[in-house]
């Protein structure tokens, strides 16, 4: 009879069944790293097009706020004209000259409101850009807290793939739940 009988000793039998349990882990933690690599590129994608729309309402704030600038620049030089043609009707006895004058600082006074209104326009946009951006970038905290989360939930997968250690697999789920509502937070509590 040539049958052959293989006995286990302890350590044969703990390195199989380290082959089988450790397979399956291995490949949980590859799905589940995967997965929330994607979930970290797409909150990555959401926190950096936030800031893009924050920026892009900012640099409309900024514009409104130059063209007020000009506009109240362009008032006071009105204003200034308005004070030298007053002065002038002072200094002269001219009657015709005195009514040129008047026409001149009523058109001055009347192109001053024109000025001051668009003036005020512009504050008024550059203020209303101002609150989009603010509105716009309201997620980004949370979006990055998310993302945060999400990479130590990574992080926390590697050292079980290298440790074994399923007590750390579940911190990784934990943290990774907890990008993941943090992701939900940043657009429901807007």
């Given at each position: 009879?040539?049958?052959?009988?293989e006995?286990?000793?302890?350590?044969?039998?703990?390195?199989?069944?380290?082959?089988?349990?450790?397979?399956?882990?291995?490949?949980?933690?590859?799905?589940?790293?995967?997965?929330?690599?994607?979930?970290?590129?797409?909150?990555?994608?959401?926190?950096?097009?936030?800031?893009?729309?924050a920026?892009?309402?900012?640099?409309?704030?900024?514009?409104?706020?130059?063209?007020?600038?000009?506009?109240?620049?362009?008032?006071?030089?009105?204003?200034?004209k308005?004070?030298?043609?007053?002065?002038?009707?002072?200094?002269?006895?001219?009657?015709?000259?005195?009514?040129?004058?008047?026409?001149?600082?009523?058109?001055?006074?009347?192109?001053?409101?024109?000025?001051?209104?668009?003036?005020?326009?512009?504050?008024?946009?550059?203020?209303?850009?101002?609150?989009?951006?603010?509105?716009?970038?309201?997620?980004?905290?949370?979006l990055?807290?998310?993302?945060?989360?999400?990479?130590?939930?990574?992080?926390?997968?590697?050292?079980?793939?290298?440790?074994?250690?399923?007590?750390?697999?579940?911190?990784?789920?934990?943290?990774?739940?907890?990008?993941?509502?943090?992701?939900?937070?940043?657009?429901?509590?807007?």
């Amino acid at each position: 009879m040539d049958e052959e009988f293989e006995v286990e000793g302890a350590h044969e039998h703990h390195i199989e069944h380290e082959a089988e349990h450790g397979v399956a882990l291995s490949q949980q933690i590859a799905i589940f790293t995967a997965i929330l690599a994607t979930l970290g590129a797409i909150v990555s994608y959401l926190g950096g097009h936030t800031q893009n729309n924050a920026l892009i309402f900012k640099n409309e704030a900024v514009l409104s706020r130059t063209k007020a600038s000009d506009q109240w620049a362009y008032y006071q030089a009105k204003g200034i004209k308005q004070e030298i043609a007053d002065e002038q009707i002072q200094s002269t006895t001219d009657p015709a000259r005195i009514e040129v004058l008047k026409a001149t600082i009523k058109r001055y006074a009347d192109e001053k409101e024109d000025i001051k209104k668009q003036a005020l326009e512009f504050e008024k946009a550059s203020d209303e850009a101002n609150e989009q951006s603010e509105h716009a970038l309201h997620p980004h905290e949370k979006l990055a807290m998310a993302m945060t989360l999400i990479q130590i939930g990574i992080s926390a997968a590697s050292i079980t793939a290298l440790t074994r250690k399923r007590w750390l697999f579940a911190l990784a789920a934990l943290s990774a739940a907890g990008g993941i509502v943090m992701w939900i937070l940043a657009f429901v509590l807007v």
